[in-house]
């Protein structure tokens, strides 16, 4: 996926998530929505600044990476959402190309889906939209519904 396709799921997801969270589509929706969209634009970003150093979708697209990204607001109460743009763009990477990510880095062996799409295909755009409506989808559902890590959902919420 490239960075107009990472940065408009991004976006779409951060709408989703302020309405998923806040359903009613007044001031608190808007204000999830304002919370959620930047950590999660800039966690969407952040793996390809392996472009800059590194090996490409290996040095910063990889479970190690989401695992530090995902602990920072634990132990340090800041970043919040960002794991949230970097795990997106990890499955746009996995299921929106063909090539795959080094999920186990430095372990090289990169893992893909077989119906990927080639970044340049007039397809990755419907491809981008389509992930991010099962992404919303899959968050709604463990948000409205009773599972078993709703408690997770929960503290997610009680952050916004």
């Known amino acids: 996926m490239n960075k107009e396709g990472h940065v408009l799921n991004a976006v779409l997801l951060s709408i989703g ?15 999830a929505i304002a919370e959620i969209s930047v950590p999660v634009v800039l966690g969407a970003l952040f793996p390809d600044v392996d472009t800059a150093f590194g090996k490409h979708r290996k040095t910063l697209h990889n479970l190690p990476v989401l695992a530090v990204i ?13 794991w949230i743009g970097v795990a997106t763009h990890y499955v746009l990477d996995v299921l929106g190309s063909k090539r795959g990510i080094a999920l186990f880095y430095p372990y090289e062996k990169e893992y893909n889906l077989p119906f990927g799409v080639p970044v340049s295909s007039k397809w990755a755009t419907g491809v981008t939209v389509a992930v991010t409506a099962v992404e919303i989808a899959l968050v709604a559902v463990v948000v409205h519904f ?3 890590i709703q408690d997770l959902s ?7």
């Open 70 to 82: 995902y602990a920072y607001p634990v132990f340090f109460d800041n970043l919040h959402f960002v």
């Open 17 to 31: 998530l302020g309405y998923v969270f806040h359903p009613s589509g007044d001031v608190p929706t808007f204000r």
């Open 146 to 148: 009773d599972l078993p």
């Open 154 to 160: 929960a503290s997610v919420a009680g952050l916004i």
